[in-house]
């Protein structure tokens, strides 16, 4: 499968807000730069108004860290940048400092396809002060916006109960990039098919695609364009129906059909876009059926998302396959995830961790402290709980989770229920010790995971509220931060 440096050029350093520089030098210049540091990626509320999101991104990130360099055509343009002095913005010493310096980060993550929840670490980065700010700005970017495409996408196969969700985005998608990583996010949310060619090629995903109203437009008539599209492609037709008259061109495309099987070959099916939906699906499998061609499928498209197919589903619409574009590729509802990237623990020469909060008004946004790792529990297969611990707190035999936007929702863990540690070791000292799975098994672990989920949280409106939070120790030290921050001791 292809890698980040395949898209774009090996070196993507400046890939940063300016603001990540800024203080990368003000820690080199006042020489905190080597301090470590424990940051934490995760996102506050769940996408769409679900109960839920997918994890993705991760390989993206891994590409992205392990070719990490400061080029010298980087260190030249930086070099360029004045202050409001007119000055240079970067020592030159410090420009030199970056060029010669070797990412020595520890990252551990959620693999792709994991089912995560809000406010819960996606990844934690552990190092030098100084590398980690540098990282925030490209991991936010990979991590963000695949993790929006991929709940999008399993949320939409969710409503199409089964039935094959083929991702058609790219012509409606935000820039070449945008539409590379949307078609692969709907590939691991759940997806098994997109039109976009060269994702196709880059992340080995099924292509499909038939032709377009220009074909049929282009004849004198329809059933001319559907016989010419037969002949010169007779193992790839859906016959798009809708140009001028879409009953009439359902029998334009069962004439059509019959006589393929006359020479051996046959029909795939037929696509709608555009009108009643319901009612054209069902009139069309009606005509097909008394046809013989039961075994034609048909298609939908036309603005699909997660809600119009699940009312068309309701009508008893007759639709097989959906072809679903702009409400999947941009992440239609929702414009961004919202994920965060916070320093959560920080110590200077082998001393202890300073634990460290940001408070807010909004409970929402304070974060939460320490080195951090996710405990799933389940029982039965389904999964029951999510507990975030710190490394060096632990974790009791029988702990306490509390929300930690309400302290009054808690749960007790189960004594026998089983646990898995979902964060896992992706870099060591920089070096990557995480071998990316091929897409497929990660599109595979979202189906696994979803399964595993309560019916009430997977709901797309009004979802019940997964119970994941804070293992008690550790809520109780961020609320005595949270305290001592506003000026109270306990």
């Known amino acids: 499968m292809a890698k980040l440096k395949d898209i774009y050029r090996p070196s993507l350093g400046l890939l940063t807000d300016l603001y990540e520089l800024t203080m990368a030098y003000g820690y080199w210049k006042t020489g905190r730069g080597c301090e470590e540091a424990v940051f934490t990626l995760s996102f506050r509320d769940c996408p769409f108004q679900g109960g839920y999101a997918v994890a993705c991104g991760l390989a993206f990130a891994i590409d992205f860290l392990n070719d990490l360099q400061f080029e010298n055509k980087d260190l030249e343009y930086l070099g360029r940048q004045n202050g409001n002095d007119g000055k240079p913005l970067f020592n030159p010493a410090f420009l030199e ?46 991590i963000n916006f695949s993790t929006l495409i991929a709940t999008k996408s399993a949320r939409i196969c969710q409503s199409a109960e089964g039935d094959p969700v083929l991702e058609f985005g790219l012509r409606r998608a935000q820039g070449i990039d945008g539409a590379l990583a949307a078609a692969r996010a709907a590939y691991v949310g759940g997806c098994p098919g997109t039109s976009n060619v060269l994702a196709g090629r880059l992340f080995d995903i099924p292509i499909k695609g038939t032709h377009a109203h220009s074909w049929v437009m282009s004849f004198p008539d329809e059933f001319t364009a559907f016989q010419a599209y037969a002949e010169a492609m007779p193992n790839n037709c859906i016959f798009l129906v809708d140009t001028y008259n879409t009953l009439q061109g359902v029998k334009h495309a069962i004439r059509t059909g ?30 097909l059926d008394e046809a013989g061609l039961s075994d034609v499928k048909i298609l939908a498209s036309n603005d699909l998302d997660e809600f119009i197919i699940r009312d068309l589903k309701d009508q008893g619409a007759k639709i097989t396959v959906w072809g679903v574009g702009t409400r999947l590729a941009t992440g239609h509802g929702q414009s961004a995830l919202g994920g965060v990237y916070k320093l959560s623990a920080i110590r200077s020469n082998g001393n202890d961790w300073q634990y460290k909060v940001k408070l807010s008004e909004d409970v929402a946004k304070i974060n939460i402290p320490g080195i951090l790792q996710v405990r799933r529990f389940s029982e039965n297969h389904r999964f029951v709980g999510d507990m975030t611990y710190d490394l060096l707190l632990g974790a ?16 007790r863990i189960g004594p026998k229920w089983q646990q898995e540690d979902l964060l896992v070791p992706v870099f060591r000292k920089g070096r990557c010790v995480y071998e990316v799975p091929p897409l497929g098994e990660s599109r595979g672990r979202t189906a696994h995971q979803l399964e595993w989920l309560h019916p009430g949280i997977r709901r797309l409106l009004n979802p019940h509220r997964y119970p994941a939070g804070m293992e008690k120790q550790l809520y109780e030290l961020r609320q005595k931060l949270i305290l001592e921050a506003r000026g109270f001791s306990q």
């Open 97 to 142: 400092y970056l060029g010669r310096m070797e990412f020595s980060l520890d990252v551990d993550a959620m693999p792709e396809g994991t089912v995560v929840f809000a406010h819960q670490p996606l990844l934690r980065v552990q190092g030098p002060l100084l590398q980690c700010q540098i990282v925030e700005t490209a991991l936010l970017n990979l």
């Open 258 to 287: 019959q006589k393929l099987r006359e020479k051996g070959h046959a029909m795939i099916g037929i696509r709608l876009d555009s009108g009643d939906l319901t009612y054209l699906s069902v009139e069309a499998r009606r005509l």
């Open 396 to 411: 009791p035999a029988a702990p306490l989770i509390i929300d930690p936007e309400d302290a009054t929702r808690r749960k």
